[in-house]
Nanobody, 122 residues
């Protein structure tokens, strides 16, 4: 079992930045691919970014490339999502997840946090 707890969400104006954190406990954090997903009201949960267990490889959905950056600190059992140049369409509940594939959808992830709300005002 892996327990995940997100933090760092909030309200920010368009063009601003936020840094999300996800703290993990339980089984070996460094064994897992870590991902960030988001879900806006009335929409399906969508992939945002993922990072390999070694942190060498990262992958992003096209809409956030160049604006969002995922990183991890295996010694601290934490994964981060730095979000810059935020847009109103980035408004969603953001979830971190632990899984086995960097390129799969939500069903490739076994453990999920409770989510943190990000709201971007125009």
């Amino acid at each position: 079992q892996v327990q995940l707890v997100e933090s760092g969400g909030g309200l920010v104006q368009a063009g601003g930045s936020l840094r999300l954190s996800c703290a993990a406990s339980g089984r070996a954090f460094s064994d897992y691919v870590m991902g960030w997903f988001r879900q806006a009201p009335g929409k399906e949960r969508e992939f945002v970014a993922s990072i390999s267990p070694s942190a060498i490889n990262t992958y992003y959905t096209n809409s956030v490339k160049g604006r969002f950056f995922i990183s991890r600190g295996n010694a601290k059992n934490t994964v981060y999502l730095q979000m810059n140049s935020l847009k109103p369409e980035d408004t969603a509940v953001y979830y971190c997840a632990a899984g086995t594939s960097m390129y799969g959808g939500p069903n490739q992830y076994d453990y999920w946090g409770q989510g943190t709300q990000v709201t971007v005002s125009s």
